[in-house]
């Protein structure tokens, strides 16, 4: 390191002991890291960027509150994970807080720049939506994330755009912030308070306790809809308006759905309402594939849902397996379809439609003119609504059913269906459901679920 570079570091340098990751062969070792700066910060703790001195290496460091009564549900995630699209653990170490006693748990990260979050917030700026192919890359990254900690028994549990780390040179995308995921147990009750509000499956608003790695899934679908319609797809101001916003676009669960979600939650007087066709959700230049793929994604049973590995199998993404396939800056792809063997393991009879086949060597990537359409009744811009953390409102199953009830049974359905995008689904249900009056009704509708993991 040259002699100006250690002179600007001279004020601000941090010596720590540190440990590497990997399981079974960890060292410590001292490490320096300087220029830390706070970059986010929340109920959690705080995260840091920060540089390490002997690489040069920009790094996030989050540091956590540790209880010293128990192990670090993150770490124990964190050094299970190796694979491009999730967000790398370098070091970990522990510093000592303002309190007696008081330990603090650093993990040391790889630094990425922007997230999927503020990327669409500048296309929504200038009422634009994302390019659709961008939208393939980056939804294909995370079903390749999802597919891999899946696989391992991981469900991350809070799959939302700010979670999605993006380099907007090279359009790689990380999965990070592994805080709320957990290794999940077939027969073990997980707390059902959990996934920011907008991305929470509609089984976790039922209170299921013996959910799968499907509510990632769903998840996925909604932040893929919202990418394809420049605003938040069930934009709810609580749980019961969550599944309101939900009851809008998929109409009202079957008796047999809802046991499915949650076999506990039974008893129901849910008024019928139809489901809202899928292309009148959407604008009139969606894709019919993107559209396909969201409704795959999006279905109250969670075991009708795809699995990652099917959704990267969907036609969605076979513009992505042309050759000579670019984005529209040119630049060339992320790598995509650089599958470990324990990748191929877990759907082998998806092999052949996961591959590029260049058999047509004169196709090429094209991006359909939705890339740059400007944004008709846009409603999200330098406005857009970040969902609302989760408060731990809770009541009883009944109240809750009584109210979801009451507000879907007001007033007759309206007999006319208006044209396209969700301001068309809102005039549709308008006269049956009026979301205003359960904006402040608590975030389940059932409070049955021991706060468990």
Known sequence: MNQNKRLQYSQDVHTVRA?????????????????????????????????????????????????????????????????????????????????????????ILEYVPETVYRVARHYAKQRQIIPILYNKV?????????????????CHRDIK??????????????????????????????????????????????????????????????????????????PGDSGVDQLVEIIKVLGTPSR?????????????RFPMIRAHPWSRVF????????????????????????????????EFFDELRLPNCKLPSSNP????????????????????KLFPKYATQQQVCSTPS???????????GGNHKVEPEAKGEMSSTSEHQERVSTELDNRKKSSSTPGGGLEAVNTATSSVINTSSVANTSDYVTSSAPLQG
């Open 256 to 268: 047999d759905e809802i046991e499915q979600m949650n076999p506990n939650y039974t008893e129901f």
């Open 370 to 380: 939705l890339a740059t359409g400007s944004m008709e009744n846009f409603t999200g």
């Open 161 to 234: 755009p700010q979670n999605l780390l993006l380099n907007a040179q090279t359009s790689v995308l990380k999965l990070c912030d592994f805080g709320s995921a957990k290794m999940l147990v077939p027969g073990e009750p997980n707390v059902a308070y959990i996934c920011s509000r907008y991305y929470r499956a509609p089984e976790l608003i039922f209170g299921a306790t013996d959910y799968t790695t499907k509510i990632d899934v769903w998840s996925a679908g909604t932040v893929l809809a919202e990418l394809l319609l420049g605003q938040p797809f069930f």
């Open 138 to 154: 980056y939804m294909y990254q995370l079903f390749r994330a999802l597919g891999y900690i899946h696989s391992i028994g991981i």
């Open 19 to 107: 440990a590497t990751p990997t399981s079974g062969t960890e060292r410590n070792i001292d490490l320096q890291y300087a220029d830390s700066k706070v970059i986010g910060n929340g109920s959690f703790g705080v995260v840091y960027r920060a540089n390490l001195v002997h690489s040069n290496e920009d790094v996030a460091i989050k540091k956590v509150l540790q209880d010293k009564r128990f192990k670090n549900r993150e770490l124990q995630i964190m050094r299970k994970l190796d694979h491009r699209n999730v967000v790398k653990l370098k070091y970990f170490f522990y510093s000592a807080g303002d309190k007696k006693e008081e330990v603090y748990l650093n993990l």
């Open 283 to 314: 604008r009139a230049r969606t894709p019919a594939d993107a559209i396909d793929l969201v409704s795959k994604l999006l279905k109250y049973t969670p075991d009708a849902r795809l699995s990652p590995f099917e959704a990267l199998a969907h």
């Open 333 to 352: 792809m992320p790598p995509l379809f650089d599958f470990s063997d324990a990748e191929l393991a877990i759907d082998p009879q998806l092999q052949d």
